[in-house]
């Protein structure tokens, strides 16, 4: 047997896992490092609003601002970069020339995700009118544009990492990505102090500073994960920019046709929370500022239950290609209580300790205002626990599903669940009702707990899918 087989075969996300302990243990192995990968990014971004904090409101005004322009399509680019894994996982657990089948599909991934950057850079490069159309003050709108051209690289950069990230996940060989990752956090850290406050002989660059620095951490990051594959032994013989220019136009569309609704449903998810933000704001800057201390502590615990379901892609692409139908059942539904039970002890924690977690970010109580924030952001974290259940039922959901490529009609139920159900109810509750922000977190409760249902639906129903019978050939 070559060595390349036996790799595959005792990979930790590879093979067959035997029973649900082994399942488990298999969905956590590769699961948790991309939740830690995650978990980095969340905690680059708190150094930078920590960073900027320093030096006035205005900066960090322009890169709030600019941070939540630029993240719809950084989102959607990593969405697209998403469809070249179940191609990938589907070549491994098929055994069937993978290095060349894998090869081929990081290519056009990294084809489809460049082609897709230059729309989106022009767009951003030229967005002051945009910002100034919608009523923000000039000087606010030149320093956000300032920052979104500084940190503009982190497109490009960003969504390759992921996806070489990715890459190594599918083969159960994440550790490296994980460590550089990780070691990104400080380094980014060092660059924007040093570029903001004009340190080693530079100039003070303030909120553009920021933007250097993190695209800087970002380039070598992506230069540290290239290099590492260049050099391992288990990944050099992929050979991954070997021909780069030679296309293979129909893996190339697959890539946009599995990718594409996957960004746009992220993309969705994410304007419905920053309409809420804005409804928020309407309703009043406390009430607003309780909203971003429950958020924050949702989208913390949420990582985990997003990194084991794109553990769970990974691992039904890897069943779907060795056609075991008992393999992606297994993998599916252990997924999914994994998922889901994680999230409700996190719930039960958030319910008990809701005025503590609120208190770690207004340790200081004394002022009216803060102990008004701190009563209110203890509501929306209850709710929160509710919410993250169901929002971990459909994070596991939709990626199971994208596992078998299904990623269409997921991609339309995140229209009507987000958009119709979401943004309608949202407003409905908390102004005509007068419910106020309980309103607009009570709609998170019912329009993600929607898709959530809708997703598992489809997934217990997968057999009577057009792409399921086609990658496993059953019969519906």
């Not at 491994?92 to 020339?97: N, S, Y």
């Not at 544009?145 to 960003?158: C, K, Q």
């Not at 080693?200 to 290239?226: I, Q, R």
Request: charged share 10%; net charge positive; glycine share 12%.
């Amino acid at each position: 047997m070559a060595a390349t087989e036996v790799w595959v075969k005792t990979g930790a996300a590879a093979g067959r896992a035997p029973g649900i302990a082994g399942e488990v243990r298999a969905l956590l192995a590769t699961g948790l490092p991309l939740a830690l990968s995650q978990l980095a990014g969340v905690a680059m971004l708190t150094t930078d609003t920590i960073m900027l904090g320093r030096v006035g409101p205005e900066a960090l005004a322009a890169a709030a601002l600019g941070f939540s322009v630029i993240m719809v399509p950084m989102l959607f680019l990593i969405g697209l970069a998403q469809g070249a894994v179940p191609l990938m996982a589907y070549a491994v657990g098929a055994k069937t020339r993978h290095i060349r089948e894998v090869r081929r599909t990081i290519r056009q991934a990294f084809w489809a995700t460049a082609l897709a950057c230059v729309p989106v850079l022009a767009v951003l490069w030229n967005f002051g009118p945009v910002l100034r159309l919608i009523g923000q003050e000039p000087a606010l709108a030149d320093a956000t544009v300032d920052y979104i051209r500084a940190v503009s690289p982190v497109l490009v950069t960003g969504t390759w990492f992921a996806l070489l990230r990715n890459f190594t996940a599918t083969y159960g060989r994440q550790r490296a990505a994980l460590t550089i990752a990780l070691l990104q956090v400080p380094l980014n850290g060092v660059f924007i102090y040093v570029l903001i406050f004009g340190h080693l002989g530079l100039p003070a660059l303030g909120v553009v500073g920021a933007g250097l620095g993190s695209s800087l951490s970002g380039l070598l990051a992506l230069g540290a994960l290239a290099l590492y594959l260049r050099f391992d032994r288990r990944f050099r013989r992929f050979h991954l920019l070997g021909r780069f220019w030679r296309a293979d136009w129909p893996r190339f569309g697959q890539i946009f046709r599995i990718g594409a609704p996957i960004g746009l449903t992220i993309a969705f998810e994410v304007m419905l929370f920053s309409v809420a933000a804005q409804f928020m704001g309407l309703i009043g800057p406390l009430v607003l500022a309780a909203h971003q201390i429950a958020i924050q502590v949702a989208s913390t615990t949420f990582m985990v239950a997003l990194g084991i379901g794109q553990a769970g892609s990974i691992r039904i692409g890897l069943a779907a290609g060795a056609r075991d139908e008992a393999a992606i059942a297994r993998t599916g539904w252990t997924a999914l209580a994994l998922g889901c039970g994680f999230m409700g002890l996190t719930a039960i924690a958030m319910v008990v300790w809701r005025a503590d977690l609120a208190g770690l970010f207004l340790p200081d109580v004394t002022s009216p205002a803060n102990r008004e924030v701190l009563a209110i952001a203890g509501g929306f974290i209850m709710l929160a626990g509710l919410f993250q259940v169901v929002d971990a039922a459909q994070v596991v959901a939709v990626n199971l599903l994208r596992g078998l490529r299904d990623t269409r009609v997921p991609m339309l139920y995140a229209v009507l669940c987000y958009w119709l159900i979401g943004v309608g109810l949202s407003w409905l509750l908390a102004f005509p009702l007068g419910l106020g922000g309980i309103g607009v977190w009570w709609s998170f409760v019912v329009a993600i707990g929607a898709f959530a249902l809708l997703l598992v639906h489809r997934f217990a129903r997968r057999r009577h899918l057009a792409a399921y019978r086609q990658l496993l050939g059953v019969g519906a």
